[in-house]
């Protein structure tokens, strides 16, 4: 067994029915044992009481109206939380991700940190600075070693992804800015159209330590055969 983590990121996808008809299928059925599940905040306590590790999309510091806070998240002895995921950032503005950072760290959360680059940052050959831009501005002040998720913006829900050695390299640049500037041992995930067809070629990428996967993990058998590679490598 591997130790790659895979974070099922559910997003807002599937209704109550699905979700259960979602927890059935995979029932029993997880042979990788580092999933992550992060469900619609409605959904949580059904992922709970099937024994799964559960994270939350987002969490919060501070008390405000249709947010979790750090603390109600803990006191479901949840551990897990996505941090600054770019749909976040581009339909709600999202901007205090140190903070977060920082905050849920305190807490003892593991935190799952988003970062990438736009489609037009990309063909600007920008993708190296705005990575380190990012970097440099989550992960300020921060003393414990997290788990960084590399997902090209224009690669999330477009079933395009950058090429193998694109990916081995900014694995390897993320780690060594990470390390070099703050002095930190990250785990490093991609995330974008990851599913069954590219999961082979994708896992066997150097130094890369898991998956962050959305629609793709919705669909109980996709996601299981996704696993099954994941688990098998
Ligand atoms: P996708 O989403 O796998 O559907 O591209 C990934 C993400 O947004 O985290």
Known sequence: MNNKIVIANLKSYMTLGETKNYLRMIDNKLIHNKVVFC??????????ERGLTVGVQNVNYFNCTGELTIEQVKSNNINY?????SERKLFLNEKDINKKIIHSLNNDLNVIICIGETEEERSMFKTNSVLKRQLINYLRDVKKDVVIAYEPIWAIGSNTIPSISNIE????????????MFGLDVKVLYGGSVNSSNIDSLSGIKNLDGFLIGKASTDANE???ILEVVGNQ
Request: aromatic share 16%; glycine share 4%; hydrophobic share 40%.
């Open 39 to 48: 469900p619609s905040n409605i959904y949580i306590p059904y992922f709970l």
């Open 169 to 180: 390299d900014i694995v390897c640049y993320i780690k060594n800015i990470s390390k070099s």
């Open 223 to 225: 996601f299981l055969k």
């Open 81 to 85: 939380c996505i941090i600054g995921h």
